[in-house]
């Protein structure tokens, strides 16, 4: 895997976050792809990454959905919560976010989220009911939120999120050209 990620970032580190830190260096990129949810102290985690942010850095998150339909609809009809070998309910997730919780946490790492996509809407069935919905069911649908943040400034609040359905290539843009970036 190693080899692979090299091939993609200037660093790439595999092993446990908490013992990896002090390899790291400062970065205008982080990417954090599926990585919190899995963690003890997700905030401790991303409040150590977020101190190697160079001025002006950005950090990537994805984290799932728990309140997707395949979760909460059983939860409520069936009161049936069973972890799976992958997805939203992957046995290995420790924590579990919803869109408020997903941005807190981020807020939380002093970060502002500047950007966000709903990942999960692209399937048939879920197209027609979010546009029978006319969107109302949307973070409904949403398997998984991918934010972009920025460390904010003293004081700055959240602004509301704009989020765009996704991921599709043509929506998605590389948020620092050329930049240093970790994985």
């Given at each position: 895997?190693?080899?692979?990620?090299?091939?993609?970032?200037?660093?790439?580190?595999?092993?446990?976050?908490?013992?990896?830190?002090?390899?790291?260096?400062?970065?205008d990129?982080?990417?954090?792809?599926?990585?919190?949810?899995?963690?003890?102290?997700?905030?401790?985690?991303?409040?150590?990454l977020?101190?190697?942010?160079?001025?002006?850095?950005?950090?990537?998150?994805?984290l799932?959905?728990?309140?997707?339909?395949?979760?909460?609809?059983?939860l409520?009809?069936?009161?049936?919560?069973?972890?799976?070998?992958?997805?939203?309910?992957?046995r290995?997730?420790?924590?579990?976010?919803?869109?408020?919780?997903?941005?807190?946490?981020?807020?939380?790492?002093?970060?502002?989220?500047?950007?966000?996509?709903?990942?999960g809407?692209e399937?048939?069935?879920?197209?027609?009911?979010?546009a029978?919905?006319?969107?109302?069911?949307?973070?409904?649908?949403?398997?998984?939120?991918?934010?972009?943040?920025?460390?904010?400034?003293?004081?700055?609040?959240?602004?509301?999120?704009?989020?765009?359905?996704?991921?599709?290539?043509?929506?998605?843009?590389?948020?620092?050209?050329?930049?240093?970036?970790?994985?």
């Open positions: 895997m190693q080899p692979h990620l090299s091939r993609n970032a200037d660093v790439a580190v595999i092993g446990r976050i908490e013992k990896s830190i002090d390899q790291l260096k400062s970065y990129l982080i990417l954090l792809l599926d990585v919190l949810e899995h963690l003890d102290d997700s905030l401790g985690a991303l409040d150590a977020c101190a190697l942010l160079n001025v002006g850095g950005t950090v990537i998150v994805s799932p959905n728990v309140a997707h339909i395949s979760v909460s609809l059983p409520l009809m069936l009161r049936k919560f069973e972890y799976r070998d992958a997805g939203i309910l992957d290995t997730h420790k924590r579990f976010f919803t869109e408020r919780s997903a941005v807190q946490l981020i807020n939380d790492a002093k970060l502002t989220v500047v950007s966000g996509i709903v990942s809407l399937g048939p069935k879920a197209k027609v009911l979010d029978i919905s006319f969107g109302m069911l949307r973070h409904h649908l949403t398997k998984q939120y991918i934010m972009c943040a920025r460390k904010n400034a003293d004081g700055a609040r959240q602004h509301s999120i704009r989020w765009l359905k996704g991921p599709r290539r043509d929506r998605i843009q590389n948020p620092m050209n050329g930049a240093k970036a970790a994985v």
